[in-house]
């Protein structure tokens, strides 16, 4: 036999599908966003860093130009006096610390450098070329191919009168202070994400706990209801779309509830309902076969008893048949142009003898309407109206009256049909038509009678209403469309 699972295993289960949620809502929510702030990241980075570097570069080409501006009223002097002209600008150059100021010969040798003569290595970065093939002003951003260092250099050429290039003016600064600051700037840029992204899952741990939590105890209570604890209630706190949700639950809990109880009514119901004509004819059946010598009024009575309780038996099995169909789906019509007035009177001609047995009058209001023939199922119909009438004569029949009348309003052919009995309580007539309902009265009847009746006036597309009659007693009403004239 299996064992059932224990607490150990609900809560188990339970935190499986919080973490199932949980994992939806990292991947979902967390992780977009965590992207998200480090795109912001790099975004914000890069901008820093187009920023400095481009003002850097801006302000080393205007201090190139200005300068290879300046120098061109000494170009032409002699080679010795430009080249002591350069070495005294160098040696003059303010910014010397930051920026190192080059003169560089149309070999690539360093003339002239703000850093003396023992400047360093000759250039080899491209910029230094560049400037000197193409006459303009050249930049360079990267390590230098000597110290490995990130630089940054700017190279002007120096144009002689003729149009000749004879040498380079070229500024170069180191990057460490400048990437320094960008590291600054992003580890800043960084933290506030990672600020952003904590405060978010922060925030949001509280939002996803606060719908796992009533979502855990919703699971457990339909999984009550789905055991058949029918009637359980969920217990709940909120009035948004979960608390609407254990609402919906509770209202489902407590459908199945009373629904259950109607079906053990019904079952209830129905064996007594079958164990008493079963006994009339059985009991009947014995008496007739016992050899006993039965006068011929005797043994008619027995006899009508046995057909009546017969034909009680069929009824109810039919009803039960029919039922089944309707909640199957298989219910179906055999539709065919009738003659519904027709059908009514000889229902009603029937019905009535019978009730005259009972010491019923049925009274049919007559009418003059033309009512024209519809298209319906005429066995259906009859089914209906002696169903209908069968029910005013066990709830209504100590009224001793019941009326039937049929006529032509507007589009609509109505039949009603009304008994003058106690009538059905207020708070039972939303529930008549209902499966299993028999409400308060102790008449016999499985309680699906108008169950089926409603269903098949719906399926010919009216309807069937129920309600207390003015003066007391109950009113049946059935609409059913007419046909096109």
Known sequence: MGRKPGKKGERASRKKKNKGLRGRWLTHTVGPVSILAAVCVVIITACFAVYYYSNMQADLSHRAKTTTEFFANYIGQSYNEYYQSCISYARSFEDKNTIELQFISTGGRIVASSYGQWAGKNPTTPDVQNAMDTQKIASYLGRDPATGERI?????????????????????????????????????????????????????????????EPVAEITA?????????????????????????AQTINDMSNKINQNEKLQTEFISSLSHELRTPLTAISGWSETLLSGDALDPE????????????????????????????????????????TDLRAEFEDTVYMYGSRLRQEGIALRVLDNDDDIPEIPCDPKRMRQVLLNILDNAAKHGGEGKVIEASMALEGENIVIRIRDYGPGIPEDELP????????????????????????????????????ENAPGGGTLVTIRLPAAEQ
């Open 221 to 245: 209570t339909a999984k009550r209801i789905a055991g058949g604890s029918y009637g359980v209630q969920i217990k709940s706190q909120y009035d948004d779309e979960i608390g609407e949700l």
């Open 431 to 466: 529930l008549v038509k209902k499966k299993f309902f028999k409400g308060s009265s102790k008449a016999r009847g499985s309680g699906i009678g108008l169950a089926v009746c409603d269903e098949i006036v719906e399926m010919h597309g009216g309807r069937l209403d129920l």
């Open 298 to 337: 005797e043994t008619r009575r027995g006899i009508a008893i046995i057909q009546r309780e017969s034909r009680r038996l069929t009824e109810m099995v039919t009803e039960l048949l029919d039922f089944t169909r309707m909640e199957d789906g298989r219910m179906t019509l055999n539709v065919e142009m």
């Open 152 to 212: 940054m250099a700017v190279s002007s050429p120096m144009i002689y009168r003729n149009g000749e290039v004879i040498g380079v003016l070229r500024y170069v600064t180191s990057m460490k202070l400048v990437d320094r600051q960008l590291a600054f700037a992003a580890l800043i840029a960084l933290g506030a994400g990672a600020l952003f992204v904590l405060v978010v899952i922060i925030s949001s741990s509280f939002y996803i706990r606060s719908i796992l």
